[in-house]
């Protein structure tokens, strides 16, 4: 069973950073592309930055010259170096990835809060 767990979110003050790890587990086969989706109250997911397993990415125009998607392929692990928050980024955070097992497919983690306050 495959398991992704998103870890580093929190409370941080317009102008700070944080870095997001999320981390696949289970019986895989590859893990095609990588990517972060955001949440915020009453309304829609929305990609933030996606990684292919080459290394090419891209981003949500309103995170560009902020946000930094990377991967590890050796740990199974996509990060999100996030900088220069603003309060609009308030949001749940969710890791997805496609990942081929026995069959190819898209996971979500749990989700992790941001909340960009002062």
């Known amino acids: 069973q495959v398991r992704l767990v998103e870890s580093g979110g929190g409370l941080v003050q317009p102008g700070g950073s944080l870095r997001l790890s999320c981390t696949t587990s289970?019986?895989?086969?590859?893990?095609?592309?990588m990517g972060w989706y955001r949440q915020a109250p009453g309304k829609q997911r929305l990609m933030v930055a996606g990684?292919?397993?080459?290394?090419?990415?891209n981003y949500a125009d309103s995170v560009k010259g902020r946000f930094t998607i990377s991967r590890d392929n050796a740990k199974n692990t996509v990060y999100l170096q996030m900088s220069s928050l603003e309060p609009e980024d308030t949001a749940v955070y969710y890791c997805?990835?496609?990942?081929?097992?026995?069959?190819?497919?898209?996971?979500w983690g749990q989700g992790t809060q941001v909340t960009v306050s002062s």
């Open positions: 289970g019986t895989i086969s590859r893990i095609e592309t």
């Open positions: 997805n990835a496609r990942i081929f097992t026995t069959y190819m497919a898209a996971y």
């Open positions: 990684i292919t397993s080459a290394g090419s990415t």
